[in-house]
């Protein structure tokens, strides 16, 4: 069964620090690609950030560059975001995504992505 926990989320004032982690289970972790994903009350999701395999290729949102951090350790089956700075605007919940494109030897594109249950974040004095 592939399970991907989120843990780490609560309540925060502004200009403080909180760090998500996510574990996964049920598949090949270094095979995936993650990334962070958020949605405010009321709103869509919104991409956070993103690290690949090996945890080299990091991306991020322009509105969080430079206050959050990615990381991974495939050794954990886990990653991480560390997160600086925070603003009332930061609050949401927080999911986790595993991603994967594979291309079978008979040229057909299969994706598999999946999802954790997600973890609130709220930034407030």
């Known amino acids: 069964e592939v399970q991907l926990v989120e843990s780490g989320g609560g309540l925060v004032q502004p200009g403080g620090s909180l760090r998500l982690s996510c574990t996964a289970s049920?598949?090949?972790?270094?095979?995936?690609?993650m990334s962070w994903v958020r949605q405010a009350p009321g709103k869509g999701l919104e991409w956070v950030s993103g690290?690949?395999?090996?945890?080299?290729?990091?991306i991020y949102a322009d509105d969080i560059k430079g206050r959050f951090t990615i990381s991974r350790d495939n050794a954990k089956n886990t990653i991480y975001l560390q997160m600086d700075s925070l603003k009332p605007e930061d609050t949401a919940v927080y999911y986790c995504?595993?991603?994967?494109?594979?291309?079978?030897?008979?040229?057909?594109?299969?994706?598999?992505?999946?999802w954790g249950q997600g973890t609130q974040v709220t930034v407030s004095s």
């Open positions: 995504n595993a991603y994967r494109v594979v291309v079978t030897p008979n040229d057909e594109v299969r994706d598999y992505d999946y």
């Open positions: 049920g598949f090949t972790f270094d095979d995936y690609a």
């Open positions: 690290i690949g395999r090996n945890g080299d290729n990091t």
